[in-house]
């Protein structure tokens, strides 16, 4: 999993089986300074 600021928005991208490459994006609306700890998995 990693993220990225973008404009003003956080891209979180999400790798689900591994390959290296996103399946998943959640975008938020707004900055945020992620950690591993803000996320249940
Ligand atoms: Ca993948």
Request: glycine share 10%; hydrophobic share 40%; charged share 25%.
């Amino acid at each position: 999993m990693s993220y990225e600021k973008v404009g003003s928005q956080t891209h979180i991208s999400i790798d689900t089986d591994g390959d290296a490459t996103a399946d998943m994006l959640i975008i938020l609306d707004g900055k945020y300074n992620l950690d591993a700890g803000d996320f249940i998995l």
